[in-house]
């Protein structure tokens, strides 16, 4: 079942970045996929252990997280730009370092996570001991927005329901 | 319907103009090295995502097949963007960490803010590792503390 996904997902790279459509060009696609699935088809997708079904369930949840990482993109560096160019800087902005532990056990889970806070402009990831998480954030609405939804939203893409 | 685009196009390629001056700005105006960083490294985020994506609906704008694989394209550089930009920006800033350069703060006293956590609401409080030597005032935690303690005693 893996191979098929990682045959498919190979294709689709395959025929967008070819970007020509006629029988010659495909059939050397899918005989070099097949080749790469069939040699190295064991270094996508690590743990294995999960049944397809939810791993499906993981990937169908992380549009809806996506989105709403986006539009909190799209907020924080409005304020951001609105700290740039107001007239007294140092007056605006109250950087400091934030501690707080996330729960989260996997390493992919805690990758996504602090990849979430550094693309969210005004925080940053410093470091990541255990399951605590060192963020730099450059005003208190930052520091604040850390303590929202975020590590919620991240613990329900990736849970397991049986 | 190709003059639709083309405004779009000229629209968002424009207020991503913007975010990257911002960035800039920010660059030269913000007191020290970490903040400063914040504007170079990630004020370009979403300044990126808007330019390629009015790249994308210009080359849209004359609709077919190979366009379209086009657009695909220019979307994956903005997505190799936001995996390759925070992983940079977070090295830099922990490489400054780690070489022990103060963090420029208004009452000019370092330190770091204790937030406790974790943050969750429902009854997934079990089997988090204790490991962790910093314990907060937390109601939450204390009572994750308490149900690992039963655990164990109950093992």
């Known amino acids: 079942m893996y191979r098929a996904l990682i045959f498919s997902l190979l294709l689709i790279t395959w025929v967008i970045l070819s970007g020509l459509l006629d029988a010659f060009h495909i059939s050397l696609g899918i005989l070099s996929c097949a080749l790469v699935t069939w040699l190295s088809s064991g270094l996508l997708f690590n743990d294995r252990s999960l049944s397809f079904y939810s791993r499906l369930r993981q990937v169908s949840r992380l549009p809806l997280y996506l989105s709403w990482l986006l539009w909190q993109i799209v907020l924080a560096n409005i304020h951001v730009l609105r700290i740039s160019f107001s007239p007294r800087v140092k007056e605006q902005i109250q950087p400091q370092l934030v501690r707080f532990r996330s729960g989260l056990k996997s390493d992919f889970e805690k990758y996504v996570l602090a990849q979430s806070i550094t693309l969210t402009p005004g925080t940053v990831t410093l470091q990541i001991d255990g399951d605590v998480f060192l963020v730099h954030a450059i005003s208190d609405v930052a520091a604040k927005g850390l303590m929202g939804s975020m590590v919620d939203r991240v613990r329900h893409v990736f849970s397991v329901d049986e | ?155």
């Open chain 2, 1 to 155: 319907m190709d003059d639709i685009l083309n405004i779009l196009s000229v629209i968002l390629i424009f207020s991503g103009l913007i975010f990257f001056m911002g960035a800039s700005v920010g660059l030269i105006r913000f007191p020290d090295f970490y903040t400063r960083m914040h504007a170079a490294g990630k004020g370009d985020t979403l300044s990126t995502i808007l330019i390629t994506a009015g790249m994308a609906a210009q080359v849209l704008s004359h609709f077919d097949v190979v366009s379209l694989f086009v657009a695909i394209k220019i979307v994956a550089i903005a997505v190799l963007i936001m995996l390759t930009s925070p992983t940079s920006t977070h090295l830099l800033m922990k490489a400054g960490y780690d070489d022990g350069i103060e963090p420029f703060t208004n009452s000019g006293k370092g330190g770091i803010i204790e937030l406790g956590g974790p943050f969750i609401k429902s009854d997934q409080l079990d089997d988090i590792d204790s490991k962790v030597k910093k314990k907060g005032p937390s109601k939450k935690k204390s009572s994750s503390k308490k149900k690992s303690v039963t655990e164990k005693n109950s093992s």
